[in-house]
T-cell receptor, first 113, second 116 residues
């Protein structure tokens, strides 16, 4: 059972368009992170959101944490080819007294020039 | 500051063999976590080491083991390799334990393991 579901699984859009990808769970997370992974590399942290309803902006990227801390979204404005990559959300969840970082299956984004 | 270094970058093994992967964290980082990434299952947590002790473990069989040395470098071992162990193995380091809410993970580029 996948704790974190990301949608869509694949997304291919033209340069300049806007897009939103989603990360959903039935579990409450103490915090949620978004990473971007490029081919042949490890994931790179983009942002951490902690408070329900929190919105963070990173240039053209806007991240939102759901009020109930069970979901998150990533919105990209005016997408560029450099945004191409695998976007992963990761939530911290308490499991038998330990906090584990659980990753979603990712959204593979391709921006067509 | 050098990033997280994983060696080797690529590895080809046959079923039944065993393999050891190495991870050198960012200088000053004391926590090292290991993850397995496959197209079907995504990124799955293997284990976390802090101060030479395993602090956290994922749902993997006992064939997967690890250790951390006093200089925080870590190794991961997989014994009796199976075809399904083919994956990208990623190591991540952080200054403190990953249990802290805002802890940042810094990933290496991974070791691509192919089991034939």
């Amino acid at each position: 059972t996948q704790l974190l579901e990301q949608s869509p699984q694949f997304l291919s859009i033209q340069e300049g368009e806007n897009l939103t990808v989603y990360c959903n769970s039935s579990s409450v997370f103490s915090s949620l992170q978004w990473y971007r992974q490029e081919p042949g590399e490890g994931p790179v942290l983009l942002v951490t959101v902690v408070t329900g309803g929190e919105v963070k902006k990173l240039k053209r990227l806007t991240f939102q944490f759901g009020d109930a801390r069970k979901d998150s979204s990533l919105h990209i404005t005016a997408a560029q080819p450099g945004d191409t990559g695998l976007y992963l959300c990761a939530g911290k969840i308490r499991d038998f007294g330990n906090e584990k970082l659980t990753f979603g299956t990712g959204t593979r984004l391709t921006i067509i020039p | 500051k050098a990033g997280v270094t994983q060696t080797p970058r690529y590895l080809i093994k046959t079923r039944g063999q065993q393999v050891t992967l190495s991870c050198s964290p960012i200088s000053g980082h004391r926590s090292v976590s290991w993850y397995q990434q496959t197209p079907g299952q995504g990124l799955q947590f293997l284990f976390e080491y802090f101060s030479e002790t395993q602090r956290n473990k994922g749902n993997f069989p006992g064939r997967f083991s690890g250790r951390q040395f006093s200089n925080s470098r870590s190794e991961m071992n997989v014994s009796t390799l199976e075809l399904g162990d083919s994956a990208l193995y990623l190591c991540a380091s952080s200054p403190r334990r990953g249990a802290f809410t805002n802890e940042k993970l810094f990933f290496g580029s991974g070791t691509q393991l192919s089991v034939l």
